[in-house]
């Protein structure tokens, strides 16, 4: 089966600017989690979406939010975009979104804040 | 709050040579604990997981793992390594709320290069 898809692969915007990313998981898996990735402070948790209600956050400013669809895909959109923001944008899909529950992990947007 | 170390930042291992990776964490409870391996410009692949039960875990691509609660540390091991192991280690605990959901704090990742 298709493993979990992120769109676009890469991406450059410009400080002060929005940008939306996508994320479908696997079929049937109802939990999709976010994480940044940057050299500096490694892998840290953004939010996890289940049945399309945010059920944990991580500790980012408000400019970072997501929403879940129906059909499970994700988004998440940074506003205002600082250069700090640069980095690998993560998502995983997991059948319930339980830690017993195996996470399978994009292979990620590369946003690049100029 | 829970926390994971990763000692290395970068090791260099022979190709046929053994390796382990070291990993400590900081959490109250029994933690769950877990192993990914990152290739450049990919995502994170798990390589095994620990739950409970037997402490010596194994895992895909010829990884075990050893749980010690005395210690709080969970080392990554493989008795050969192959050229196609270079990549990035990313140890990572589990962080449950409320018993229904839960998200991962990782390690910063231990960069593995084998030399022919």
């Known amino acids: 089966k298709a493993g979990v898809t992120q769109t676009p692969r890469y991406l450059i915007k410009t400080r002060g600017q929005q940008v939306t990313l996508s994320c479908s998981p696997i079929?049937?898996?109802?939990?999709v989690s976010w994480y940044q990735q940057t050299p500096g402070q490694g892998l840290q948790f953004l939010f996890e979406y289940f049945s399309e209600t945010q059920r944990n956050k991580g500790n980012f400013p408000g400019r970072f939010s997501g929403r879940q669809f129906s059909n499970s895909r994700s988004e998440m959109n940074v506003s205002t975009l600082e250069l700090g923001d640069s980095a690998l944008y993560l998502c995983a899909s997991s059948a319930t979104g339980r830690l017993n529950t195996e996470a399978f992990f994009g292979q990620g947007t590369r946003l690049t804040v100029v | 709050a829970q926390s994971v170390t990763q000692p290395d930042i970068h090791i260099t291992v022979s190709e046929g040579a053994s390796l382990e990776l070291r990993c400590n964490y900081s959490y109250g409870a029994t933690p769950y604990l877990f192993w990914y391996v990152q290739s450049p410009g990919q995502g994170l692949q798990l390589l095994l997981k620990y739950f409970s039960g037997d402490t010596l875990v194994q895992g895909i691509k010829g990884f075990e793992a050893e749980f010690k609660r005395s210690q709080s540390s969970f080392n990554l091991r493989k008795p050969s390594v192959h050229w196609s192991d270079a990549a990035e280690y990313f140890c990572?605990?589990?962080?449950?709320?409320?018993?229904?959901?839960?998200?991962?704090?990782f390690g910063k990742g231990t960069k593995l290069s084998v030399k022919p």
């Open positions: 079929s049937g898996h109802r939990s």
């Open positions: 990572a605990v589990g962080a449950e709320y409320g018993g229904s959901q839960g998200n991962l704090i």
